[in-house]
């Protein structure tokens, strides 16, 4: 398994080897211009020394002065010192036939421009020919010099254009390489991490349970495990703490539930102490009444003690065919000893409404929010659930996961839990859903309870708002996609 850190050293070593790869051949490339230019310099001395010779010689022609053909022999003997010292560079330019012929013309010119200083002033046709083979020889050498040095500027001039191509070329390589590279390192590691990036947005949004596997690089991977790791933890922790919070609930209720056991309880014992008493002295209708009432009673603290096991039984979340009245009812069965006298619960749902829901973590939902409104006290608390939502303004409304702008009422169900209590401070209302948010004292709450419901909404693939204005209300409204939405046939 290949890891990313592996992959940016290779990439870096890549680079740095072209680099210096292009560096040594760069510098090679400079090295080779420096040498040639110290060629050129060598062909524009010889030149050079070639043309001084020439004047040199001139001068001794018209003015005879013996010094003027020293100069010439001398500057000749400085050409073939050159042609000598510099024989690489002159070989690239010309023939080896060609610079031998070069030196012998040198050797000859000087011989000859001494037999001119010596010959006799009387030997005219001596004199004549001397001069004649150096001028030949003069013109033939500064001709050579002038081809030798033109042959050097052109090679110079095609030497720099290479040298410049082979740069633009090399800067070119260079980049294109630099791009691959980058491309390479995109694809092997910036998209596994913008991947991984977006990964962690959707879980922070709630609509990834774990990361999937990006890459097979190893510290991808092992970031993966680590962290779906720590998301499994994170989950049955909060599984547990949840479960706290519903068990915590289930406490404050049992006390009520059991004093709601004791109506039906103690009308069983009085249907029983009278038919032992009366047993042989009633008549059988009055004994058949008494076994019916018994029967009732039973049934209903049956009813009551299957609604509290219902409630705090912990299941794994499972849709089903729901009927949201009965959900309801068993909810206001759990709280009716909590709810005060001058309290009304109305539940304006119509009996046909069935929801594809958990019918027991429905039910947690509506404890919350039904028990919230009862603490806060309100004196009416209406649920309602109408095909036409009039009462609905969304923008009002603070949403754990906002309903697009341009989202039809029709293509959800919204369930709204009404009361109308002190409210709830502006300031305060953004935070209502958040874990461990309570505005009760301590000792007094968890501040896990709208944050259970939203759980339990989102889970359900919905959103909860809440709408609020002091002193007249609270509304929590609950929007559930349509697609769970079912009717019974009538």
Known sequence: MQSIRSKITFGYYLFAACM?????FAYANLRFLEQRLDWGAAVSGFLDTTLEMRRFEKNFFLYGKPEDAASAQAYAGQALALLEQHTTAYRELAAAADLERLRDRLERYTRSMAQRVHASDTDAAERDAAEREIRELGRELSDSAERISASEHDALRTLL??????????L?????????????????????LRGLEQDLQAIGQGRLDSLPARSGEREIVSFTDAFNRTLHELELRRRHLLQSEKLASLGTLVSGVAHELNNPLSNISTSTQLLVEELDAADPAQITAWLRDIE???????????????????SPFALQPTALRGVLEKTVTLLRTKVPEDCVIELDVPAELTLDADPQKLQQVFVNLLGNAIEAGGRKIRVRAPEAPEFLALEHYVWTRAPAPNESTASAVYIAVSDDGPGIAPAVLPKVFDPFFTTKDVGHGSGLGLYLVQEIVEQHGGSIGVSSTPGQGSTFLIRLPRRLLRETPV
């Open 172 to 192: 070119a390589a260079i980049t294109l390489f630099s791009l691959v590279l980058a491309h390479v390192l995109t694809r092997a590691v910036v998209q596994p």
């Open 296 to 314: 009732e009673q039973t049934e209903r603290a049956r009813h009551i003690v299957a609604t509290l096991l219902d409630f705090s039984r912990d």
């Open 20 to 24: 210096i790869g292009s560096a040594v």
């Open 161 to 170: 254009n290479t040298a410049r191509a082979t740069l633009v070329g090399l």
